[in-house]
């Protein structure tokens, strides 16, 4: 069963890190672009970055440009994304969202298959 779980939300101070994990079952990164997303209270859905099946194409939102990192390790079937200099609007449910395709670029806003639960995360002093 094609699944992605994602963890490492919690409470961080405004300027603060967190690096959140999406962790792949039952299919290879190898084959499937993956898409990072969150959503506030009241807001609708933002597409925050993403990273293609080889690697090779990773994009951000301007909105977290220069400060979140996406990353993966196949050994692991897990995508990363690393949050620096975070602020309060970053607050949001995160989500993890997976897609089959092999080529081509990847972008923030895209659609996807297979989302999973979502891992909160709170900046706040």
């Known amino acids: 069963q094609l699944q992605v779980v994602e963890s490492g939300g919690g409470l961080v101070h405004p300027g603060g890190s967190l690096r959140l994990s999406c962790a792949a079952s039952?299919?290879?990164?190898?084959?499937?672009?993956i898409g990072w997303f969150r959503q506030a209270p009241g807001k609708e859905r933002e597409g925050v970055s993403c990273?293609?099946?080889?690697?090779?194409?990773?994009n951000y939102a301007d909105s977290v440009k220069d400060r979140f990192t996406i990353s993966r390790d196949t050994t692991k079937n897990t995508v990363y994304l690393q949050m620096n200099s975070l602020k309060p609007e970053d607050t949001g449910v995160y989500y993890c969202?997976?897609?089959?395709?092999?080529?081509?670029?990847?972008?923030?806003?895209?659609?996807?298959?297979?989302y999973g639960q979502g891992t909160q995360v709170t900046v706040s002093s």
């Open positions: 990273i293609s099946s080889t690697g090779g194409s990773k």
């Open positions: 039952g299919f290879s990164l190898d084959y499937y672009f």
């Open positions: 969202a997976a897609r089959l395709q092999i080529l081509g670029n990847c972008h923030p806003e895209d659609s996807y298959t297979y």
